[in-house]
């Protein structure tokens, strides 16, 4: 009979050695072919870069930058109430403007004047009058030609400023004459009310004016060219206005977008900055004493080999039209830490060839290099890669063309090292072989000399040159001895396992109560910089003008019979029970079909039947006038007709999120078709999905990491470790996120889908060198893994954190953002690979220890057996 494996041999083969040998002795293959040739795997990746890299000429037109087109869901809801609304309810800026009838929000300057003394009103002099002089600087002859006009004149600013000019009181709000739809609403013109014991206003610390321009027609692109004239020349005239009561504050239609357009470009110059950092980084770690066998060749190399991965994945994704957008500003900083990682895996692995390689040529060395770092590098980018792809499946443009520019980036990362770097590699050790100075690549010679000069070109006072490849074999880094030595068998003591589980769960307890604390959405004023002007706008509309939400449409969207009492009925019904919601104020309501309701039970006109209903209809127009706007009426039908309920104390995105979803799900309740919208529901639609997006892209993501780490890590124990440390880092970034004052929107969900990938690459590193581990004892196998892979690991992180620490320094919400976030990720991902994995990964070898003492006393006892019955 033949030779019987045993049960773990048996396991073993069909585990995961199927993909993994093949894989290995590819590697190796390849590891030799790259030092046999060297040259070719040098200039095909140059000149692969450079022809790539021309598709950078595409760049200024897939430049887009619209904030609603990439940080608001595709497909959002919002979206196609925006065109129901423009084809039933059509705009005529011209001669029937109404800026609460507006589909979109409009071309407009805003400004904020508020008193500079506490104590102080804008409706009273002299704050007053300088309010009147900042309305007449406005309103220069440009903008009476320009501005939306209601009736053949422009509409005012502010429904006050008659008001004002006559200093005549002001009523208390929000109608002034009380007619419905035949006043202006106060709440938003108005802040800091103080108002006596009859509601009549006393005091108020602030006035917003806005100025209407005209889109119809041709007047789109002229009122664009007068507010950019605005925005270049205010603050002049600002100061010409030498205003002493008031303090101002203004915005356009045009701000916002400009702004977060501009963003793109103040990181530029920390490019240089990043690079500098990381090429210093990268040179001290790999630094040594000897001009020979220094390998600063090596380290800038390394770097350079990032630089030509973002320059071909950007050039190829440019070239296939893929939209460069401001979110993608950040790959470089991300792309050019994890190249140095891979790097220093790959100078690690080679200096430890020398010790492992059968011979000592370049051939064998490559080969085992490959051997060693090649697959485990692999694994790393496939999960990053995966990850990335993954995370195109969003509903936001924005985190779609991030994850394309960076995981095409990552798969030129992999392919630059195992080739570019791996043929420096080569080159260099040939250059050592060769006795030749690093800088001049002139052989040393050594002979009777100084020791000062032996010193500098051999690492040693003696006149004697060491061999060189025993020089190299002997010359390991103090750091990898350091783990060895000292860290490995320190985080291995029973004690200290003790205190690691015990951080362990201080840092899950502290992570999930942060999840449960976490904010939703994105702040539109986190897209400009921190010294914009609109920031300050923004404090002064939430300090003064908070009160009062949007003022929501309510649209009924079928042809329905008016006329039937019971159908206004059911319309009257659902119409309280939107009231009802919280974020509702009933006393501001303006609904057409109530008022006509009113003037037909005082008696005036019939409306109980489709002809008189129809036909009455100009009765209503004639006292509002307004509200013919509210009706599409075509021919005998009504299609659609619309009214108005006022939110108020919607003041975070908690209370968007919660009126969005309870205005809508009561909107559905109603027998009668309806419809809710606003212009700024464009933007809170993304809290309906940026949650849902989130969690399926990490499980998703974490579903495929599994899959990945049991085809290539030789365990499938092992690979449930790289999960748990894939979940545990994700619970602990989004948790830790909430305390840093960082909310849930599409930049942080971005970095969200990085975690998943880094989690992956610190653990499996770790693990794979644990598994793969010839030692006896789990204890030794983790100081193992920590002597072969621990300062890898803790050079990639610092790289990692190098290439991104000047965004700190950003006056992006966007860039600082995404510089906490994966200060987050490399901390927890390395606080991981270096401390929690090893330290469970010894209680899984205690547990495979265990297993497999068992099953060696149950073949025993099963042999026995077979003779007893022998």
Same mark, same amino acid.
């Given at each position: 009979m033949g030779q019987q494996r045993s049960p773990r041999e048996r396991c073993s083969c069909s585990n995961t050695n199927c993909?993994?040998?093949? &894989?290995?002795? +590819?590697?190796?293959?390849? #590891?030799?072919?790259?030092?046999?040739?060297?040259? !070719?795997?040098? &200039?095909?990746? +140059?000149?692969?870069?450079? #022809?790539?890299?021309?598709?950078?000429?595409?760049? !200024?037109?897939?430049?887009?930058?619209?904030?609603?087109g990439q940080f608001t869901p595709t497909g959002g809801p919002a979206k196609a109430e925006r065109d129901f609304v423009r084809r039933f309810f059509p705009t005529d800026d011209s001669e029937r403007f109404s800026a609460e009838r507006l589909p979109t929000e409009g071309a407009y300057a805003a400004l904020i004047a508020a008193t500079k003394r506490d104590d102080a009103s804008v409706l009273d002099s002299p704050a007053r009058d300088e309010v009147l002089r900042l309305d007449g600087a406005v309103r220069d002859a440009d903008y009476e030609r320009l501005c939306a006009r209601s009736d053949g004149v422009c509409v005012v600013a502010n429904p006050l400023l008659p008001l004002l000019a006559n200093g005549s009181a002001v009523p208390g709000p929000p109608f002034p004459g009380g007619g419905a739809g035949g006043g202006a609403f106060l709440g938003t013109a108005l802040g800091g009310v103080r108002t006596d014991g009859s509601g009549r206003v006393e005091a108020a610390r602030a006035v917003k004016l806005t100025y209407y321009l005209r889109e119809d027609g041709g007047a789109a692109g002229e009122s664009r060219a007068w507010l950019e004239a605005f925005l270049r020349n205010f603050s002049a005239e600002l100061r010409e206005l030498r205003l002493e009561a008031v303090e101002v504050t203004y915005f356009t239609s045009l701000s916002r977008q400009e702004e977060f357009e501009g963003n793109t470009k103040s990181v530029i110059p920390l490019f240089s900055v990043t690079y500098f950092l990381t090429i210093t980084f990268s040179v001290v770690s790999c630094l040594r004493l000897s001009c020979v066998r220094n390998n600063v060749w090596l380290a800038c190399c390394g770097v350079l080999s990032s630089g030509l991965a973002v320059l071909s994945s950007f050039g190829l994704m440019l070239y296939c039209g893929v939209p460069f957008v401001a979110t993608v500003a950040n790959a470089p900083f991300l792309i050019l830490g994890v190249g140095v990682d891979d790097m220093f895996i790959m100078i690690a692995s080679w200096e430890q060839s020398s010790r492992k390689a059968e011979k000592s040529d370049t051939k064998s060395r490559l080969a085992e290099t490959y051997r060693e770092a090649a697959l485990s590098v692999t694994i790393t980018t496939l999960t990053d890669v995966l990850a990335f792809f993954i995370g195109t499946w969003t509903a936001f443009p924005s985190v779609r063309s991030f994850c394309l520019y960076t995981g095409t980036a990552f798969v030129f990362c992999y392919v630059y090292v195992i080739t570019f770097f791996g043929a420096v590699i080569a080159l260099n050790h040939k250059r050592v072989k060769g006795n030749r100075h690093w800088i001049t690549c002139m052989q040393v010679k050594v002979g009777k000399?100084?020791?000062?000069?032996?010193?500098?070109?051999?690492?040693?006072?003696?006149?004697?040159?060491?061999?060189?490849?025993?020089?190299?074999a002997e010359s390991e880094h103090p750091m990898s001895v350091f783990f060895q030595k000292y860290y490995g068998p320190f985080l291995t003591g029973s004690w200290i396992k003790l205190l690691v589980v015990l951080l362990y769960g201080a840092y899950l307890g502290g992570s999930i109560y942060g999840c449960t604390q976490m904010r939703e959405g994105i702040d539109l004023r986190n897209l400009a910089s921190d010294d914009s002007y609109v920031i300050a706008y923004y404090d002064d509309d939430d300090r003064y003008f908070?009160?009062?939400?949007?003022?929501?449409?309510?649209?009924?969207?079928?042809?329905v019979q008016y006329w039937n009492e019971s159908v206004r009925n059911d319309i009257e019904a659902c119409t309280r029970d939107l009231e009802n919601i919280a974020y509702v104020d009933k006393n501001f309501s303006l609904s057409w079909l109530r008022v006509y309701t009113g003037i037909a039970g005082s008696g005036l006109i019939n409306i109980n039947n489709k002809d008189n209903f129809i036909n009455n209809l100009s009765v209503l127009f004639q006292y509002y006038?307004?509200?013919?706007?509210?009706i599409n009426k075509t021919g005998d039908e009504i299609a659609a007709?619309?009214?108005?309920?006022?939110?108020?104390?919607?003041?975070s995105?908690?209370?968007?999120?919660?009126?969005?979803?309870?205005?809508?799900?009561r909107a559905k309740q109603c027998v009668v078709p309806l419809m809710v919208y606003h212009p700024a529901f464009i933007y809170y639609d993304q809290y309906l999905v940026i949650v849902q997006n989130t969690i399926q892209n990490v499980v998703v993501a974490a579903g495929a990491m599994l899959v990945v780490s049991l085809l290539l890590i030789p365990s499938p124990l092992c690979c449930l470790w790289v999960t748990f440390a894939i979940a545990s880092v994700i619970v602990g970034v989004?948790?830790?996120?909430?305390?840093?004052?960082?909310?849930?929107?599409?930049?942080?969900?971005?970095?969200?889908?990085?975690?998943?990938?880094?989690?992956?690459?610190?653990?499996?590193?770790?693990?794979?060198?644990?598994?793969?581990?010839?030692?006896?004892?789990?204890?030794?196998?983790?100081?193992g893994a920590l002597h072969q892979l621990g300062y890898p690991v803790l050079q990639g992180a610092v790289s990692t954190v190098l290439g991104v620490v000047v965004l700190a320094a950003a006056k992006t919400y966007i860039f600082r953002t995404f510089f906490k976030i994966m200060f987050l990720v490399i901390l927890f991902g390395a606080l991981h690979g270096l401390v929690f994995i090893p330290v469970f990964l010894t209680f899984f070898g205690y547990f495979r220890k265990s297993l497999h003492i068992t099953e060696t006393k149950m073949l025993d006892l099963s042999s026995r057996n077979d003779k007893g019955h022998s």
């Open positions: 993909v993994e040998r093949p &894989l290995t002795r +590819l590697f190796e293959a390849l #590891g030799r072919v790259v030092a046999a040739c060297p040259w !070719p795997f040098v &200039l095909v990746p +140059l000149l692969l870069s450079a #022809g790539l890299g021309a598709g950078f000429v595409f760049l !200024p037109g897939l430049q887009t930058n619209d904030i609603e000399k100084s020791c000062l000069y032996n010193a500098c070109c051999i690492g040693s006072c003696a006149s004697e040159s060491p061999e060189p490849d025993t020089s190299e908070s009160e009062y939400g949007p003022r929501v449409m309510v649209v009924v969207t079928g042809s006038p307004s509200f013919k706007w509210d007709s619309r009214f108005f309920l006022q939110t108020v104390n919607v003041t995105a908690v209370d968007e999120k919660n009126l969005l979803n309870q205005l809508r799900d989004a948790g830790f996120m909430t305390f840093w004052d960082i909310s849930l929107d599409s930049i942080s969900m971005i970095n969200l889908v990085i975690c998943i990938g880094f989690s992956v690459d610190f653990s499996a590193h770790i693990s794979y060198a644990f598994v793969t581990s010839g030692e006896s004892s789990a204890n030794e196998k983790a100081i």
